[in-house]
């Protein structure tokens, strides 16, 4: 069998006119991907929750002269609120978006909660992001060939989804089983996004990626993580070539997943990488998408009334609604 031959960013197509929201874009992977987008010739929006690291990290790319536009757009992902004001004034100044990338991410912090009350690790990589991109459909919608690449980790196979405890209360903080179920609920809400998305009959496909062991600012506060990186880590502009190859290679599909080709996906190029069965598993990603539904009060946009608007909404009214706990 032939081996396919290696993903670099040399592979990225002329995105010339695509328009494109990256979260947690001033570090990482996120900046990478942002760069590479931006010098291919793409409009990017750095969404970060620090203003002063997000507009250093957008001046920075500024001065390579990128062949695209770049700007700093605030965004907290950790507050249900702050995110929809994001989303808002983000569609009234533009008309498409050719591609969203949900990129930022928090690992292992010590035990701590978003503005609504969540788990930060649950509240920030799964629910800041779902409610993000419902709220963002309509735009979606209305932009022919759109995706949305949701960046996930091997971590996903350590996860599991407690929906009795997703903020880890009853049973005590783990801060890796935490992450590891933030993770895994990435994977299940792209393959639910893109069942939706197939049903609904839109063309916006839905892929995932996953950095292999990547060193970058995420693991800062895990000592283990941080001497694991001098050790086995890739570079950033390596690790953000799966989220690269999600977001542009037009021979995607959705659900596609992309991670690292090397041994336990840890290094390499990028290629289609599998799951557990766990991240497959349709009964969870459905219940998962009713529960962040109840506990972000964002729902599913169709493609046949992309003008509407989901409302916004929290923690106390959700639980006062459907009793869920987060």
């Not at 947690?24 to 991907?33: H, R």
């Not at 060939?145 to 980790?153: F, I, L, Q």
Request: glycine fraction near 10%; charge should be neutral; include cysteine.
């Amino acid at each position: 069998m032939t081996r396919e031959r290696r993903w670099t960013a040399d592979n990225i197509p002329d995105q010339t006119g695509r328009v494109a929201i990256v979260t947690g874009a001033n570090t990482g992977i996120g900046y990478e991907t942002a760069r590479a987008l931006a010098h291919h010739g793409a409009t990017v929006t750095l969404a970060c929750r620090s203003r002063e690291k997000g507009e250093a990290a957008t001046q920075r790319i500024v001065g390579e002269s990128p062949a695209g536009a770049v700007a700093f757009a605030h965004l907290d992902l950790s507050d249900l609120d702050g995110v929809g004001r994001f989303a808002a004034e983000y569609a009234s100044s533009r008309g498409r978006l050719d591609l969203l990338v949900n990129n930022a991410g928090v690992m292992v912090p010590p035990e701590s909660r978003t503005a609504q009350g969540f788990e930060l690790q649950f509240g920030v990589n799964h629910l800041g992001h779902f409610a993000l991109t419902n709220r963002l459909l309509p735009l979606l919608h209305a932009t022919t060939g759109s995706r949305v690449v949701s960046v996930s980790s091997v971590a996903h196979r350590m996860g599991k989804m407690t929906f009795d405890d997703l903020d880890f209360t009853p049973r005590g903080y783990d801060a890796w089983a935490a992450y590891g179920q933030s993770k895994l609920a990435n994977l299940l809400f792209t393959f639910e996004l893109q069942r939706k998305l197939s049903a609904d009959g839109s063309d916006i496909i839905a892929t995932a990626a996953h950095p292999g062991w990547t060193g970058t600012d995420l693991q800062r506060t895990s000592l283990a993580a941080r001497i694991g990186n001098v050790l086995f880590s890739m570079k950033p502009p390596q690790g953000a070539l799966p989220t690269l190859r999600a977001a542009t290679d037009p021979m995607a599909k959705g659900g596609d997943y992309y991670g690292p080709d090397g041994v336990g996906e840890m290094r390499g190029y990028p290629v289609k990488v599998g799951t557990t069965d766990a991240a497959r598993n349709e009964a969870d990603a459905a219940r998962l998408w009713q529960v962040s539904e109840e506990l972000t009060h964002v729902r599913y946009v169709s493609a046949t009334c992309p003008l509407s608007r989901p409302a916004s909404g929290g923690r106390a009214e959700a639980q006062a609604r459907t009793g869920a706990s987060g």
